[in-house]
T-cell receptor, first 117, second 116 residues
C-alpha cells in the first residue's frame, strides 16, 4: 500500500466551484509539501506545512496539516481553468527505524484536476 | 533568479547503453535531489546529495548513480539501460534539510529518458 494516499485520484469541477484534495498517512509527516504539475513538466511548489494544526493560504488555495500531522488537505476556492493540473502531496515520513527521512520525500499518486469553463 | 535547470530535455537511448543527466540547482542551494517519475509508478526518490556527499538513496539498483560537483551541480548516471528506465527524471534543489527543519524542494522541468 502507498505510504501517502491521495484522494480523490481525479476531480472534474465546473469553474467557480470549491474543491478539496486530501493526503493521508499512517505515519507522522515531517514537512508536508503541496506541488502542482502540468503533464510531463516539472513540479511547481505551492506550500509547505510543518507544524500540527498549521494552515497556509496563497491566493485561492489553502492547505492545512492536522494536529496529529498525519493528514493534510488542499482546498481551492472558486476554481478557475488555470487551477487545472496534477496536484501532488509530498512529505518526509517517519522511518521504521525510528528516524525521519529528511531530504527524501515520499509522494502521493497525485490528483488530476480538470476545471470546465 | 534562475530556477533549477536540467539537460538535456529529451534523451533517447537503446537497451544496454549508458545515460548521463545533468542538473544545476538554484543559486545558494547546496542540496540536490533526483526523482524518477515513471508511468503508473508515481514520483520515486532516487538520490540526495549535499556538499558533494550522498546523503540518502532510494530503492534503486546500483546502476543508478550520481555525483555532485564543487559548484553544487549534479549528474545522474544510469548504466546498462533497461526498457523500464523510461521515465521523466526530475531534479530538485533546496537549502540543507535536517533536524532543524525541512526545506522546500524546488524542481526543474525534467529530462524525458526514452529507452528503445
Amino acid at each position: 500500500s502507498q505510504e501517502l494516499e491521495q484522494s480523490p485520484q481525479s476531480l472534474i469541477v465546473q469553474e467557480g466551484k470549491n474543491l478539496t484534495i486530501n493526503c493521508t498517512s499512517s505515519k507522522t509527516l515531517y514537512g508536508l509539501y503541496w506541488y502542482k504539475q502540468k503533464y510531463g513538466e516539472g513540479l511547481i511548489f505551492l506550500m509547505m506545512l510543518q507544524k500540527g494544526g498549521e494552515e497556509k493560504s496563497h491566493e485561492k488555495i489553502t492547505a492545512k496539516l492536522d494536529e496529529k500531522k498525519q493528514q493534510s488537505s488542499l482546498h481551492i476556492t472558486a476554481s478557475q481553468p488555470s487551477h487545472a493540473g496534477i496536484y501532488l502531496c509530498g512529505a518526509a515520513i517517519d522511518t521504521n527505524a525510528g528516524g525521519t527521512s529528511y531530504g527524501k520525500l515520499t509522494f502521493g499518486q497525485g490528483t488530476i484536476l480538470t476545471v470546465h469553463p | 533568479e534562475a530556477g533549477v535547470t536540467q539537460s538535456p530535455t529529451h534523451l533517447i537511448k537503446t537497451r544496454g547503453q549508458q545515460a548521463t543527466l545533468r542538473c544545476s540547482p538554484i543559486s545558494g542551494h547546496t542540496s540536490v535531489y533526483w526523482y524518477q517519475q515513471a508511468l503508473g509508478l508515481g514520483l520515486q526518490f532516487l538520490l540526495w546529495y549535499d556538499e558533494g556527499e550522498e546523503r540518502n538513496r532510494g530503492n534503486f539498483p546500483p546502476r543508478f548513480s550520481g555525483r555532485q560537483f564543487p559548484n553544487y551541480s549534479s549528474e545522474l548516471n544510469v548504466n546498462a539501460l533497461e526498457l523500464e528506465d523510461s521515465a521523466l527524471y526530475l531534479c530538485a534543489s533546496s537549502f540543507l534539510s535536517g533536524s532543524t527543519g525541512n526545506q522546500p524542494q524546488h524542481f526543474g522541468d525534467g529530462t524525458r529518458l526514452s529507452i528503445l
